[in-house]
């Protein structure tokens, strides 16, 4: 092939990223297409245009939705927490994926079930000095009247159904009531529950890896990097975002990345879930 046509693949491929980025899947796949014109024989040019003629038709069905601030790790954090007062809330529910096939799992007397159903944000209430004077909702273990025993209590329920959902193959709910169980190990006040989490940390890891799904896959950014704060997610999660080429594996990505393993596998787990990466089928 000659070189000016192999770079100008190469230059179709990495536009059609970042159209892909900023959520132009039809711009995005037309790049692609144009690429695989050039070059037929291309695997990472079809591989494109498969994932993008797939994306497109479910955005024209109605069956994807883009990412939100809803989709992240951070979302669940404060309704989930304020649950903790609540031990007969009906405000949380667990996001079942065996709901099309039957009646999803029913709250538990914890009300930590994972994901907030309702997309109001919590609820204020007014300072006992004023019933003028409206703070910020409270958002961490501290702010809250948390009793240690519910703490551990819902530490307790989060392992259970992490390791539940893992049982059924359910990897979605078992890398969120992951993410949360550690969440809360590291808001909880004294004593803490680090001695119940901090050894299910294998257990967790193989949520997160299931979650993940093939390791020889490869992953690209859905979101730009830039608009990664907005979805509760740190400078770690930008550093792996800027390493995915469509090349790239989830198995070379976390080896290389410098980070501990169990933290790689934790923030792309995450990125996932916020819908802020997409997952490419392993090369040929």
Do not use: Y
């Amino acid at each position: 092939m000659p070189k000016d046509t192999s770079l100008e693949i190469r230059q179709l491929i990495q536009r059609g990223f970042e159209h892909h980025e900023h959520s132009r899947v039809h711009d995005a796949l037309s790049d692609w297409e144009t690429a695989l014109k050039l070059d037929g024989r291309n695997a990472q040019a079809r591989r494109l245009v498969e994932f993008g003629r797939a994306r497109a038709a479910e955005i024209e069905a109605g069956r994807h939705t883009p990412p939100s601030r809803r989709d992240t790790v951070e979302s669940p954090i404060p309704q989930f927490l304020a649950a903790l007062t609540e031990r007969k809330s009906d405000k949380i529910a667990v996001p079942d994926e065996r709901a099309a096939n039957g009646p999803a799992a029913a709250p538990s007397d914890h009300a930590l079930r994972l994901r907030a159903t309702a997309d109001k944000p919590a609820e204020r209430k007014a300072s006992p000095a004023s019933e003028t004077d409206v703070p910020a909702a409270a958002d961490t273990l501290e702010d809250l009247p948390v009793h240690a025993e519910d703490v551990r209590a819902s530490a307790e329920e989060l392992l259970g159904e992490c390791r539940t959902a893992l049982g059924e193959n359910r990897a979605s709910p078992a890398a969120l009531a992951a993410e949360l169980a550690l969440q809360l190990a590291e808001r909880a006040p004294p004593p803490g529950v680090d001695d119940l989490v901090d050894p299910a940390r294998a257990l967790f890891e193989r949520a997160f890896r299931a979650f993940l799904g093939n390791p020889h896959a490869c992953p690209i950014r859905a979101v730009p990097t830039e608009t990664l704060t907005e979805h509760g997610l740190d400078e770690r999660a930008a550093f792996l975002m800027s390493r995915m080429d469509g090349m790239t594996s989830l198995a070379d990505l976390i080896d290389s990345s410098g980070f501990r393993r169990f933290d790689a596998v934790r923030v792309l787990a995450a990125l996932r879930r916020a819908k802020a990466i997409d997952i490419l089928p392993p090369l040929p």
